[in-house]
């Protein structure tokens, strides 16, 4: 089994900055691709920012500029850094992996639980 662990969501004031972490653990051969997506409440989960295993990004127009997507190979993690932040990115921020395993050469996905931004004053 693989698992998703997202850490760092909380509540800000609106300018505020946070950090997301998600670490994934299991049985991972390979990881082709981390990312963060959100879903504010009434509209469908988008992509907000993602980072390939050779540093590759792509942004979503929500993250471009204010919310700089790293990873650390080593330790199976992505990071968001979500700076000057607004109340429209409230919103439950899930981690998606594009991985392999040992048994297909396949891709698989998988998610976080996800992890709740408030930006409020």
């Known amino acids: 089994q693989v698992q998703l662990v997202e850490s760092g969501g909380g509540l800000v004031q609106p300018g505020g900055s946070l950090r997301l972490s998600c670490a994934a653990s299991g049985i991972i051969f390979s990881i082709d691709a981390m990312g963060w997506y959100r879903q504010a409440p009434g509209k469908e989960r988008r992509l907000v920012a993602d980072i390939t295993s050779g540093g590759s990004t792509d942004y979503a127009d929500s993250g471009k500029g204010r919310f700089p997507i790293s990873r650390d190979n080593a330790k199976n993690t992505v990071y968001l850094q979500m700076n000057s932040l607004k109340p429209e990115d409230t919103a439950v921020y899930y981690c998606?992996?594009?991985?392999?395993?040992?048994?297909?050469?396949?891709?698989?996905?998988?998610w976080g639980q996800g992890t709740l931004v408030t930006v409020s004053s």
């Open positions: 998606k992996m594009v991985y392999r395993n040992y048994y297909s050469n396949l891709p698989l996905y998988a």
